[in-house]
C-alpha cells in the first residue's frame, strides 16, 4: 500500500493512493481517504479524491529525523573519509522537513549545498531494544529522502547540527510504501535532468536491521520517526534555480526545487 499524507480545502488527512500514473504529476491516480491515522489499525472510508486535486505533503511528521553517515564506501571515498567501523548516527531535526514540491530554501551561511538521495525508513510503533528478527514488525514503511547537505560548514564545524539541519534540509516523499522489500533498491538523483546519483541499498555497509538495532539500543524510537539509510556516491551541488529529483525503485520520485532565500 502506498500511504500519502495531503491536504484538500484546507484539511490535512492520510489516504491511500490507488491507481497507476498515466502522465505527468499525479495523472491516474486517486487517494481513499484512511478513517484514523496508519500507526494503528485503520480502515478506508471509501472516500476517494483524486491525487492531481490535492497537494501532497511529507509523508509523515516525524518527532525526529535519526541520520546515518557514511554507509555507502564509495560515498566516504568520494569525500575523503573513512568508512566508520560502526553505524554513525546524527540528528536533522522536524523542522528541515519539506514535502513532494515544496522549495529547498538555500541557507544564507553556505556557498556550497549539496544532494544526498536516501531510502527512508518509517517507524510504526513505539520500540526500544529492537531485536534483529523484530524489526519489520516495527517498520511501516519506506520513502525517499534527500539528506541537503551544507558542504561546507558541514566541513568546518565538528557538529553537523547546522550543515545538516537547516530549514528544508529534508525532502521526503512522495509517499509510504508499505509493501517493499529494501534490500536492493536502485536510487537516483538528477538536477535539472541529468544523472548525478546512481545507486543500490544492497550497497550499504550496515543493513535496516543492523541500524534500527543499534539505534533502539541508545533511545526510544516513536510512531513516525524516520530513519536515513546514507546515500551512495555521486553527491553534488546544487544552486538556486536547479530542480532536483531522488527516484527509488519501487517506491516513487520525490522532486523539489532550490530557491534563494528571499
Request: hydrophobic residues 40%.
Amino acid at each position: 500500500m502506498r500511504i500519502a499524507r495531503f491536504s484538500i480545502d484546507g484539511n490535512v488527512a492520510f489516504g491511500a493512493v490507488e491507481g497507476d500514473q498515466t502522465g505527468p504529476g499525479l495523472d491516474g491516480l486517486v487517494i481513499d481517504i484512511i478513517k484514523g491515522v496508519p500507526f494503528a489499525d485503520f480502515e478506508l472510508s471509501g472516500t476517494k479524491v483524486p491525487a492531481d486535486k490535492v497537494r501532497l505533503l511529507s509523508p509523515v511528521l516525524p518527532n525526529k529525523i535519526v541520520a546515518i553517515g557514511r554507509n555507502y564506501a564509495a560515498h566516504a571515498a568520494e569525500l575523503g573519509n573513512e568508512v566508520p567501523a560502526a553505524p554513525w548516527a546524527f540528528f536533522k531535526p522536524s523542522t528541515s522537513v519539506v514535502g513532494p514540491g515544496d522549495a529547498i530554501v538555500y541557507p544564507s551561511f553556505s556557498r556550497e549545498v549539496h544532494h544526498e538521495a536516501e531510502l527512508a525508513v518509517v517507524i510504526k510503533r513505539l520500540c526500544r531494544e529492537v531485536p534483529r528478527e523484530r524489526v519489520k514488525d516495527v517498520i511501516l514503511g519506506y520513502t525517499c529522502a534527500n539528506d541537503v547537505t551544507a558542504r561546507d560548514t558541514q566541513q568546518t564545524e565538528k557538529q553537523w547540527a547546522r550543515a545538516k539541519g537547516f530549514d528544508s534540509s529534508c525532502p521526503l516523499g512522495p509517499w509510504i510504501e508499505t509493501d517493499l522489500d529494501p534490500s536492493d533498491l536502485a536510487i537516483t538523483a538528477t538536477v535539472n535532468g541529468d544523472l548525478r546519483q546512481a545507486g543500490r541499498t544492497a550497497q550499504m555497509l550496515n543493513s535496516i536491521e543492523d541500524l534500527i538495532v543499534n539505534i533502539t539500543e541508545a533511545m526510544t524510537l516513536l510512531p513516525g520517526d524516520v530513519l536515513l539509510t546514507g546515500t551512495p556516491a555521486g553527491v553534488g551541488p546544487l544552486h538556486p534555480g536547479d530542480e532536483v529529483a531522488v527516484t527509488i525503485e519501487g517506491i516513487g520520485t520525490l522532486t523539489n526545487k532550490v530557491i534563494s532565500r528571499g
